[in-house]
């Protein structure tokens, strides 16, 4: 493999001294782009997209070529690995993703299992064929859903308005979830080192719906598992660390203990001050985030402002802290590209004034 | 007007000594009661009965006299006062709320005005007749939407995924939006004072969408125009406090500020630690909350633990701190009506213990 000409975001994320401030967005590969949208109506559907490792190169390295973003991320969905375990996924338009075979019974949780590595192999393949193609600009990111964002999809069958199902499991039948959990750990974590194995240089958990979960409950049901597989993921590969990132949407309470969950930093919302939360954990970890995607509809004047107000709240990255910018969520699709770039170079050039150490 | 026999709500939220802790629930007149549904019938539709001074007072006092809560709250709805402004509400079966002339350009935003309290009427008659068919019993909270809530549904006309509207108004016309807060903030006051003098003897606003927004603009547009409300709202009646509370869903990450908007109380939903927020806002303020209202799916004996949890998360209440039981967001249509009683029996007795000084 090529060496890495622009390694500032594994920097970042290990609070390693950095120029600028590097950015790159969640879900950054897809509809809001002309190009994602053509490729995706080439595939034919969005599985068939994600299930092809050259189509999900293609589309991976969209937004880098576009907007000279400092990481890509492996195109791919978190569902990837409950589908891998038969659950049957499939995505009607316009609906969301839904399981032909939810989670809904003892017998149905009994019967879960780790998928074999084999049938995630082209997500596998896709890393591999991605580091090929970056030829070193810029790390790849792989990335998973936490074990008890998947299990929500897993026992609702699909997307859910007030989790009901998953919620009243807890409460009714906490031994069932945590098997279900157990399962999903064991498949992240073989998940997450093969992605690293294949060529993946940072990790990424996505906790998208811990956020619905009671104080106590958040750290049995979502983060413990999290830190169950992190502790199973290798920290190292190519002679370099390989950092992780956990997200919880709506986590920023409970980010003291997230902090301490083995990850190197934690992703937040837009409903969170990164000033006070890098006070909260000493800049034990970095941070990752905040903008509003919606802040990316204003004017490229109100954009820019948004971008210092995030960068100020952070404040000065001296030695041994670290910031990665990104949104606090998925790009919306119907985001103006041309609003990207205007972030893009608005984060580059305003966050240099914020790095005392240039490296 | 007959004496307060139980006024320990009252008392609770001032923060003054209580022989236990307090409970109601948000949303306690509704769907999950089969006596509610039979009132909700004869009364044709849910705007119907929300209009009728005689139903609202059924439905008000139906809970009370099933489970003895130790407070009631005015059966109604956030969005009577859009709706007497000219937006056109309608609620489609099993479909929430719709505005038929949401505010999407600067016209009908100039052409919003405060509504004037006579087509309010119905509400403050409904007071009037509940603290009159409660005979003292218990006291009568009395409620409005926070600004910004009522807001996004003025903006987006009903509920939203994204709220993708009224976000781009605030980041593209921020001023725009400030008008409708405005008009907002001044129906508000109007709205609450008007029911306290019909007999509300607490008030309190609920910021259900509050929790949506960016660290920054949530102070600005929604935080900043409920401490506005509070600023107007009368705070003494019939010769004591009328105690305030504010509650946004998501917001435990701005309790400092909130403590500080000038309400008695601070409503948390069921993400919060309540020890943690206790001593972030040093006791400056009663909480309010916070139980997951999917507990009230589990077993009698899961509900006691989780109530026990939730006490002792609070901790003992000395002189000076205040807590009063609720869930964290409007009890389930879907809840088994038993399990209220568990749940209201298990904080009376539970919660003596915690109380060092009775009164």
């Known amino acids: 493999m090529p060496p890495l000409s622009n390694d500032i975001v594994l920097r970042a994320l290990l609070r390693e001294p950095v120029p600028y401030t590097p950015v790159w967005l969640m879900r950054q590969a897809g509809r ?15 599985l068939a997209l994600a299930k092809s490792p050259a189509l999900a190169t293609e589309v991976t390295l969209q937004p880098i070529d576009r907007y000279g973003l400092d990481a890509a991320i492996l195109f791919s969905d978190i569902l990837t690995v409950p589908e ?16 032909e075979r939810p989670l809904r019974d003892e017998a149905s949780v009994r019967a879960l299992r780790v998928p074999p590595l084999e049938s995630l192999r082209y997500v596998f393949d896709a890393v591999a ?3 090929k193609a970056l030829a070193g600009r810029v790390p790849l990111i792989g990335f998973c859903g936490s074990p008890f964002t998947l299990a929500c999809y897993m026992v609702e069958g699909g997307a859910s308005k007030d989790f009901g199902t998953i919620k009243s499991m807890l409460y009714k039948n906490p031994e069932l979830l945590e098997r279900i959990l157990e399962v999903n750990v064991a498949a992240s974590a073989a998940y997450l080192n093969a992605q690293i194995d294949a060529g993946a240089q940072a990790v990424m958990i996505f906790d998208t719906w811990g956020g619905i979960l009671a104080d106590g409950a958040y750290q049995r049901f979502s983060l413990n598992p999290m830190r169950a ?4 993921v290798q920290r190292e590969k190519e002679g370099r660390r390989v950092p992780s990132i956990v997200f919880t949407k709506g986590g920023a309470g409970w980010i003291e203990e997230i902090a301490q969950s083995g990850c190197d930093a934690v992703g937040l919302d837009w409903t969170a001050d990164l000033g006070a939360c890098r006070k909260r954990i000493a800049d034990r970890c970095a941070l ?6 919606h802040v990316l509809f204003a004017k490229d004047s109100d954009i820019e402002r948004e971008v210092e107000h995030t960068l100020t709240r952070f404040g000065e990255v001296g030695e041994g802290a670290g910031h990665v910018f990104n949104l606090g969520h998925g790009i919306s699709q119907f985001t103006p590209p041309d609003a990207v770039a205007v972030l893009v170079s608005a984060v580059k050039s305003q966050s240099r004034a914020f790095h005392k150490v240039s490296a």
């Open 288 to 293: 990752q985030g905040n903008l509003d995607p």
């Open 129 to 131: 064929e991605i580091r």
């Open 32 to 46: 809001y782009l002309a190009e994602y949208r053509a490729t995706r109506a080439r595939a034919g559907s969005f």
């Open 84 to 99: 891998a375990m038969g659950l049957g996924l499939s995505f009607a338009e316009g609906e969301g993703p839904r399981f």
């Open 229 to 232: 597989v992190l502790a199973q």
